[in-house]
């Protein structure tokens, strides 16, 4: 593909100037996420006693009590998450490639090798559950589905005279899927449509990083070198100081924002990090002090509409670019000629809908409002129990006597010009407590509503529950109290998910090569063919499995099972159908893909069928009827 023209990245730089101008609710969002996490937190009361509390917290002093929000949207969305994360990231691969026919089955394998492997290489696992944590806080998960090299090392033998040590170390760089959790603090998308159908109808979608020198420079040098505008690189390259003509702006009010969520904890101006990444060469002076800004844009646009060189044919068809921003230069420009509709940003949500759409978390925030607001209300009760109140002549004694925390401290009582006894000078009101004893069923009624809210019952989080229940009907009680929980997937599976799946099969479709793929889970044991030719040809007939529908079900193993059983009990039936052929396609199906190490040699085969020949001569011996001799 031809190298872009100066043309298209300074139209790319204006047409990214005027997409984020209408990002003015970007900033609503951040504080509404920031509300969020300071609940899960326990950090949302910033009360005057709240903070003279957490403040003597803080100080050690284990005399004073102070105020505890009740974490009840933390409990709820551990047990959801968990719940989530049992269902989707629980197989290998999580995305399980499943033929129905027969024939397919080991090409289906060479989507299973190469799912395996890249779900390893890049960590798919560990960037879904920061996914799902966020879909449950914020009801949005956007993510970053892209084929990226990965730089690695690996251990050789080299053997020298005279040295013993024997191992040597050289770079290797590997390609795959890499699918990325994007943080929703910097992340923006079009909200012209719903977030979950950002990757279908969206014009674009991207996010911000804050990156140092050198991680900037590192992004740069996996570029591809076709897409790159020279002259913006060279200022990034010398540093933003250096005054070089010609460069090509993209001005760009979007910052990275890291939010402040415990005030115990100072976070610095992501943008200002001079103390920490000021660089010590002799060059210092000259470069810059501090993190770069570096935004990664998807976006469609026309390419008649902004005068550009169209990719395909037809100049009015739509056309995915990926562009690169490094503070406000752009840098790379590149055509996405993936044969798909869809942007490599995915935004999954739990509640489909427009922005205004509650979270998980947002749903039961007030419950644990109530609750926190019911534990300050005991408190306060136990606080006039241990301060008490009272009335005092200030004539007869000190304020700071009547106050002193001491407990053996003396007072001091003035006599009365007027006379009057001691107990005239002070005087106790009565304590009465009327707010403890009703804390308890208080605090049980707000976890009752955000069990009945949420749907999780206390046996989902693990707490037994006392009863008379049979099996049968505990089991039906877990299945309802799962109903809400397994609705939520069914939403990830489809909005999130789905799209993954179709760029996952459409990477490796296009970017597979063919090599020998040793097989994770046995390591050098079972090697795995990749014909990339063979994929492109029978690619109809797969389906990618998930969590919610699992490749057991696509294949109806159950059903093939009991067909098992019933035909091997079947004289007849097991003559006419191959029911070793049926068992071999279950256990591919349930991915146990070094089955032919199994398999037994032609000379093995030739020896057993001798055992078997002499064992059945044998028995034709011992058949035959006893007749008589003429002497007997």
């Known amino acids: ?200 109808r969206g014009s674009h979608a991207g996010y911000v990083e804050s990156l140092t020198r050198v991680e900037t420079l590192r992004l740069i040098r996996d570029l591809n070198e076709d897409f790159t505008f020279t002259s913006n690189l060279r200022i990034v390259h010398e540093g933003n100081s250096a005054d070089i003509g010609g460069k090509v702006e993209a001005r760009s009010d979007v910052k990275y924002y890291i939010p402040q969520i415990n005030p115990a904890v100072t976070v610095r101006d992501p943008e200002d990090f001079s103390g920490f990444f000021a660089p010590s060469t002799p060059k210092g002076e000259k470069l810059r002090k501090g993190c770069h800004r570096v935004t990664t844009v998807y976006v469609r646009v026309i390419p008649e509409d902004l005068d550009i060189v169209a990719v395909s044919s037809d100049s009015m068809a739509p056309q995915i670019y990926k562009c690169i921003y490094v503070d406000n230069l752009i840098i790379y420009a590149e055509a996405l000629a993936q044969g798909t509709e869809l942007l490599p940003i995915v935004v999954g949500q ?63 009582v003035t006599r009365s010009l007027l006379g009057g006894t001691l107990a005239e000078a002070y005087y106790q009101i009565p304590y009465e407590d009327r707010v403890s004893p009703m804390f308890g069923n208080m605090l049980q009624t707000c976890f009752s509503l955000a069990d009945t809210t949420t749907g999780i019952n206390p046996s989902s989080q693990g707490s037994f529950i006392p009863g008379n229940k049979t099996l049968n009907e505990f089991q039906t009680i877990m299945s309802n109290a799962d109903a809400r929980l397994h609705l939520g997937a069914v939403q990830l599976s489809n909005n999130l998910l789905g799209p993954i799946r179709e760029m996952l099969l459409l990477h490796y479709l296009v970017h597979a090569q063919s090599e020998n793929i040793s097989d994770v889970e046995d390591g050098q044991a079972t090697q795995v063919q990749i014909d990339p030719a063979i994929l492109r040809e029978e690619v109809p007939q797969y389906a990618m499995a998930d969590g919610v529908m699992p490749a057991s079900r696509i294949a109806n193993t159950e059903a093939m099972l009991q067909a098992l059983n019933i035909i091997q009990n079947h004289p007849m039936g097991a003559m006419e159908y191959d029911t070793i052929g049926i068992a071999v396609d279950l256990l591919k199906t349930a991915g146990f893909s070094n089955l032919h190490q199994y398999k037994r040699t032609p000379e093995e085969m030739a020896a057993l069928q001798q055992q078997l020949g002499a064992a059945n001569a044998t028995d034709t011996r011992a058949d035959q009827p006893i007749t008589a001799s003429r002497d007997g």
């Open 1 to 200: 593909m031809a190298k872009q023209t100066r043309k298209t990245f300074k139209t790319l730089a204006n047409n990214f100037s005027q997409i984020i101008t209408s990002h003015g609710t970007l900033g609503e969002s951040r504080r509404r996420y920031e509300g969020v996490d300071r609940l899960l937190e326990k950090e949302s009361d910033n009360s005057k006693e709240a903070l003279r509390g957490k403040a003597a917290r803080s100080a050690g002093r284990k005399d004073r009590m102070a105020s505890a929000e009740i974490p009840i949207c933390q409990i709820k969305k551990d047990t959801a998450h968990a719940y989530l994360a049992g269902t989707f990231l629980n197989a290998i691969p999580i995305f399980a490639a499943v033929s129905t026919d027969r024939a397919r089955q080991d090409s289906a394998a060479q989507l299973n090798i190469l799912t395996k492997r890249d779900q390893i290489r890049f960590a798919w696992v560990a960037e879904f559950l920061r996914s799902f944590d966020d879909v449950l806080r914020y009801n949005v998960a956007p993510m970053e589905i892209s084929w990226a090299t990965r730089h690695m090392a690996k251990a050789d033998t080299n053997i020298v005279a005279g040295t013993a040590t024997t191992g040597a170390v050289s770079a290797i760089a590997y390609e795959g899927v890499r699918i990325r959790r994007l943080d929703p603090y910097n992340s923006f998308w079009d909200e012209t449509v719903e977030p979950h159908e950002v990757a279908r």
């Open 350 to 412: 739990l509640y489909p809908g427009n922005r205004g759409k509650k979270s998980f978390v947002e749903y039961i925030a007030d419950l644990q409002d109530l609750a926190t607001a019911n534990m300050h209300a005991s408190l306060a009760s136990l606080r006039r129990a241990v301060d008490d109140r009272a009335l005092y002549d200030p004539t007869r004694i000190e304020k700071q006597d009547v106050e002193s925390k001491d407990p053996a401290r003396k007072i001091p």
